[in-house]
């Protein structure tokens, strides 16, 4: 019996492989298929730049406390009319110097930051060759320098987190949650894969059962024109069992033609190179088997809550919430900012002598001080403030709703799985007995103590009994690849691991 089988299958594949057009067969194992879906499908590849990009996102966010060197020069000549003053008119002068400034700080010249907040600017300038001229009198040179640096340290607002502390820790939780995303997307497509392969061996199945089908209508069909031809049977009998052949026949079209998208489907979750693929016929290497499992609702949810990447999400972004929150409460304190300065002045007829003046702190200069800015109002960082807070709290709700969901879907998963399972036991035994019942009933039409309209009933209710014993089979393990999925374990099952390149 088990050669029949292997011999009929045989037989099936070459029929189907004639019917594309090619003779090229792929036998694949469910396991070979996930390890390609993670390999090769498009949707994982393209998921895993989100957070590639992300982390440029933190390198660029940290971009803010880049250092710069500001350079400048230039030439100024300066020309200017007298004055008067009590009737004295004084004398017109006149300055032609070149200028250079050099220092530490931002872009721009402006002031770098730290990431504690306190933002700094060294700078230092320098004129060379400047010559003074007045109406009356020789010209004299200077050459004036001078050096410093100004320091500016929040005290109340941006003291804690300012925008851009901010934005970094933000950028570092988008990557978190993006990450996260990937997980679920390979976790998702491996459970599609699953899925995609059960379904492609309960289509080979069910074409089977059609074949099956057929063949048990021809064998009527010619048995009745035998009978029409001896004169046993009316010529209605034949016409009926006939029309349970087209009947049949277009059964089983109709399963190869679920075959055909079956196998398109599979293959659009392993491949990113179709057009190779799309004339090989894969056969799967398993079969649909009935391996019971033991089920536990409590250790399933509490798999779930550890290992769920979306629920892992929804933590992320209370997080980000959180964030906000404290970034936005910052802002409604007063802006009060310790600020000082110190810089360095020379004077001198040449560089040489204005660099040791301020080599020897001929010329100090410093200054330091508070700076306070108190909104009279405040409207816009309160309000913002609240807001940011409210957002805080639906996140908290949202992952109350999504924990929520899950239990129900560990729940109904599990419902599923074991009712699938009972399933299989109906199934197999009404299948049993449909095989019975028409083998006693065609002994009986073979002796003329039944009808032919009899018989073909009973073809019918095997063949139904047939398909939904394979059906229970396929929905048990699917309803196993779901509950896995729910519980955040598909990765785990099979020893996957991701990785973001």
């Given at each position: 019996m088990k050669f029949l089988c292997a011999v009929c299958f045989s037989g099936l594949v070459l029929s189907l492989a004639a019917q594309t057009d090619t003779n090229k067969t792929q036998s694949i194992s469910l396991q070979q298929a996930i390890q390609m879906a993670v390999e090769h499908n498009l949707d994982v590849q393209v998921q895993r730049y989100v957070p590639m990009m992300d982390k440029y996102a933190i390198e660029g966010a940290y971009g803010v406390y880049d250092v710069f060197f500001n350079g400048s020069a230039k030439d100024a000549y300066r020309s200017q009319p007298g004055s008067f003053s009590n009737g004295i008119q004084s004398t017109s002068t006149t300055s032609d110097n070149?200028?250079?400034?050099?220092?530490?700080?931002?872009?721009?010249?402006?002031?770098?930051a730290t990431p504690w907040g306190m933002q700094y600017a060294i700078t230092s300038t320098y004129e060379a060759d400047s010559i003074h001229k007045f109406a009356f009198g020789p010209p004299f040179h200077q050459d004036p320098t001078f050096a410093g640096i100004t320091l500016d340290q929040p005290l109340l607002k941006n003291m804690w987190v300012d925008q851009n502390r901010y934005n970094i820790l933000t950028a570092k939780k988008n990557y978190q949650y993006d990450e996260l995303g990937f997980r679920l997307q390979v976790m998702n497509v491996v459970s599609q894969t699953e899925q995609a392969y059960y379904e492609l061996i309960y289509a080979f199945d069910k074409v089977k059962v059609e074949q099956q089908a057929m063949d048990l209508a021809?064998?009527?069909?010619?048995?009745?024109?035998?009978?029409?031809?001896?004169?046993?049977m009316a010529p209605l009998d034949e016409k009926q069992s006939e029309s349970q052949l087209a009947s049949s026949k277009a059964d089983l079209l109709a399963a190869q033609e679920t075959l055909a998208g079956q196998q398109n489907t599979l293959k659009g979750l392993i491949t990113d190179k179709f057009r190779q693929w799309h004339d090989i016929l894969l056969i799967p290497a398993e079969h649909l088997l009935p391996v019971p499992e033991m089920f536990d609702l409590q250790q399933s949810w509490e798999r779930g809550l550890k290992m769920r990447p979306d629920l892992a999400q929804a933590r992320v972004d209370m997080?980000?919430?959180g964030l906000t929150v404290r970034y936005q409460r910052n802002q409604v304190f007063p802006q009060l900012d310790l600020t000082g300065s110190y810089g360095r002045s020379g004077l001198k007829g040449d560089m040489g002598g204005s660099l040791n003046d301020i080599r020897n702190e001929n010329f100090p200069s410093y200054s330091y001080g508070l700076t306070l800015s108190i909104?009279?109002?405040?409207?816009?960082?309160?309000?913002?403030y609240k807001s940011a807070k409210a957002a805080n709290e639906q996140a908290a709700l949202n992952y109350k709703k999504a924990e929520q969901a899950m239990l129900i879907q560990i729940e109904n998963s599990i419902a599923s799985a074991k009712n699938a399972f009972e399933r299989i036991r109906a199934t197999r035994e009404a299948r049993d007995y449909a095989e019975q019942a028409l083998e006693a009933e065609q002994k009986k039409l073979a002796v003329g103590k039944s009808t032919s309209f009899v018989v073909l009933q009973l073809q019918s209710a095997l063949t139904t009994a047939r398909s939904a014993e394979i059906r229970a089979l396929a929905d048990y393990n699917e309803a196993l690849a779901q509950l896995s999925q729910n519980e955040?374990?598909?990765?785990?099952?099979?020893?996957?691991?991701?990785?973001?390149?």
């Open positions: 070149q200028l250079y400034a050099a220092g530490i700080g931002g872009s721009g010249g402006g002031n770098a021809q064998q009527l069909v010619t048995e009745n024109k035998r009978r029409v031809e001896v004169g046993t997080e980000r919430h909104p009279l109002s405040n409207k816009s960082a309160r309000n913002t955040g374990e598909t990765l785990e099952k099979y020893h996957l691991s991701v990785k973001l390149q």
